[in-house]
């Protein structure tokens, strides 16, 4: 009886040894070799249960969703031809090609270890966010159709965005890029470049930009001309020595603190609100073509003796040096 009891033992142990080898080595283990993202892809997109996820049924999926599930590595992912959305964000993933996911509409894999990713050729890309980690190398060359791109805190020296003639939204802050060509940007709506060690950032082409974050940047001057659009504007700690914004008509807050302005040009500015320029070397600021100007800050500018206002303007919030007086 005890020999038939260890022969049973032994066989059941042999049995379980099987499954496990066949599930390791197996065709789904072969396609998915990341065990996370093979339970996965099992688990929702293994329609008819045979333990394997066949080109048929891998073609019927269009979202994938599998967030913060310990996946290391989403090899198979180019077995789904029509995928249109992508979440994978905070997993393990170091590295992510996804030139042959042709249909991908919007990926979101922020929150990774990603060092190189690749989405060159998805010409029906809308959105995509990766930032956060330590990107190096990110690849949205043909990337035609793309609107809003979000790849700041990462660790990039360079931006290929040729072709992306599509961008309305371009975050890309807190990276090590000294150079940012926005040629042909001609939608582009949203820029964030705060924490850049810019040496240039030309403008010109963006017309119908409207918020532009620019700080921590080693700029000689910034060309507003082009920006009849602009509403709002961050550009603070740039080294700037001279700024105009007569031309952004539609300016409402505008944020220049922290640099060597010693001339600022203001004009005509019927709708802006706030004016931040403290800590610059400004010795006149005329302000009279401000209306409705609501919150001044003007400290820190030695020179700075008088500011003209316009008639009947009294801003709510004021700060000024004791030196400086306010005329009309």
């Given at each position: ?58 073609a019927h999926v269009t979202v994938i969703f599998c967030q913060e599930a310990g996946i290391v590595s989403l090899k198979g992912i ?115 470049c705060l924490s850049l060690p810019l040496d240039t950032l030309d403008l010109s082409e963006c017309p119908r930009l409207r918020e ?117």
């Amino acid at each position: 009886m005890k020999y038939f009891l260890y022969l049973l033992l032994l066989q059941t142990v042999f049995w379980a040894g099987c499954e496990k080898s066949d599930e390791e080595n197996g065709p789904a283990a072969r396609a998915f070799p990341d065990p996370a993202f093979r339970q996965c892809v099992l688990e929702y997109f293994d329609f008819d249960g045979d333990g394997m996820v066949s080109d048929d049924e891998a073609a019927h999926v269009t979202v994938i969703f599998c967030q913060e599930a310990g996946i290391v590595s989403l090899k198979g992912i180019e077995r789904f031809p029509n995928l249109r959305v992508l979440n994978c964000i905070r997993n393990h993933i170091s590295s992510l090609d996804l030139s042959a996911n042709r249909a991908l509409e919007t990926l979101w894999c922020h929150d990774n270890p990603l060092v190189e990713l690749d989405v060159s050729g998805c010409e029906g890309l809308t959105e995509l966010d990766c930032r956060g980690w330590g990107l190096r190398r990110l690849d949205a060359s043909g990337c035609s159709s793309l609107e809003a791109l979000d790849c700041g805190d990462n660790a990039l020296t360079s931006l290929d965005l040729e072709g992306c003639r599509s961008l309305r939204r371009l975050s890309c802050g807190k990276n090590g890029m000294s150079g940012l060509v926005l040629e042909g940007m001609a939608g582009l709506e949203y820029l964030d470049c705060l924490s850049l060690p810019l040496d240039t950032l030309d403008l010109s082409e963006c017309p119908r930009l409207r918020e532009a974050y620019i700080g921590g940047a080693r700029l000689a001057a910034l060309d507003l001309r082009g920006n009849p659009s602009l509403e709002r504007l961050f550009c603070t700690d740039c080294g700037l020595r001279s700024l105009d914004v007569s031309g952004c008509s539609a300016l409402t807050a505008l944020n220049c603190s922290g640099n060597r302005i010693g001339s600022l040009t203001v004009g005509r500015l019927p709708a802006l609100e706030a004016l931040n320029c403290s800590f610059n070397d400004l010795a006149s600021l005329d302000l009279s073509g401000c209306p409705v100007l609501d919150e001044l800050d003007c400290r820190g500018n030695p020179p700075l003796e008088s500011v003209v206002l316009a008639p009947g303007c009294e801003p709510a919030l004021l700060y000024k040096d004791p030196g400086t007086g306010i005329v009309y």
